[in-house]
């Protein structure tokens, strides 16, 4: 699987943007998905997972209330609505899979990871 994140950019803060990730592949349906972020300085961290039927999702204490994950197994792509942007959600965005979702949302490696799209907040 191949993914690549798109979306990103200059927002001012309060404004909304849309990440997208596609994947290549037939077997995107059969990946739980999910997108992290990496701040200047700072470590890789979890943003939102979705389960393979849509039915879990997870968020990071810092962006639940303002981001929605959601996923179109038909378009191979899983979707980031950021709202209420701050300035402290800058980052370099990147989507990833794993086989299972315990996987994705927990300390071990993901199997896969698009390049990154960075999204910038301003004051």
């Known amino acids: 699987v191949q993914l690549q994140a798109y979306g990103g950019g200059l927002v001012q803060a309060g404004g909304s943007l849309t990440l997208s990730c596609t994947a290549s592949?037939?077997?995107?349906?059969?990946?739980?998905m999910g997108w992290f972020r990496q701040a200047p300085g700072k470590e890789r961290e979890f943003v939102a997972a979705?389960?393979?039927?849509?039915?879990?999702?997870l968020y990071a204490d810092s962006v639940k209330g303002r981001f929605t994950i959601s996923r179109d197994n038909a378009k191979n792509t899983v979707y980031l609505q950021m709202n209420s942007l701050k300035p402290e959600d800058t980052a370099v965005y990147y989507c990833?899979?794993?086989?299972?979702?315990?996987?994705?949302?927990?300390?071990?490696?993901?199997?896969?990871w698009g390049k990154g799209t960075q999204v910038t907040v301003s004051s």
């Open positions: 592949g037939r077997t995107f349906s059969t990946y739980p």
């Open positions: 979705i389960s393979l039927s849509r039915t879990s999702t």
């Open positions: 990833a899979a794993s086989s299972t979702y315990s996987d994705l949302i927990g300390p071990r490696p993901k199997d896969y």
